[in-house]
Nanobody
Framework: QVQLLESGGGLVQAEGSLRLSCAAS????????MGWFRQAPGKEREFVAA????????LYAGSVEGRFTITRDNAKNTVYLQLSSLKPDDTAVYFC?????????????????WGQGTQVTVSS
């Protein structure tokens, strides 16, 4: 049973930075692709970023490309999301996701494993 545990959320001012972490347990070997989604109040859950097992192939939503960076450390079974140049519109609950294969997708239904989420609040 794969479990994902996020940490690192909080309150930050606009233009500030945060780093989110997601510790995975239950994967065999290096696991599969991992990523992040977010959901703002009253909005649908949306894709943010994803990374393949090697860490070299990354996919970003257009709204965060150039501001957010996803990385992973397979030795620690952890994926990170560095959030920079934050805007109030980035306020949301951020969810870590994982899947068993190494194919990146922006589709919500394409991710099997979900964490509980961590709140990120950006003040103006």
């Amino acid at each position: 049973q794969v479990q994902l545990l996020e940490s690192g959320g909080g309150l930050v001012q606009a233009e500030g930075s945060l780093r989110l972490s997601c510790a995975a347990s239950g994967y065999t070997d290096d696991g599969g692709a991992m990523g992040w989604f977010r959901q703002a109040p009253g909005k649908e859950r949306e894709f943010v970023a994803a990374v393949d097992v090697s860490g070299h192939i990354r996919l970003y939503a257009g709204s965060v490309e150039g501001r957010f960076t996803i990385t992973r450390d397979n030795a620690k079974n952890t994926v990170y999301l560095q959030l920079s140049s934050l805007k109030p519109d980035d306020t949301a609950v951020y969810f870590c996701v994982g899947r068993d294969n190494d194919v990146l997708t922006k589709e919500t239904d394409g991710w099997r494993y979900w964490g509980q989420g961590t709140q990120v609040t950006v003040s103006s």
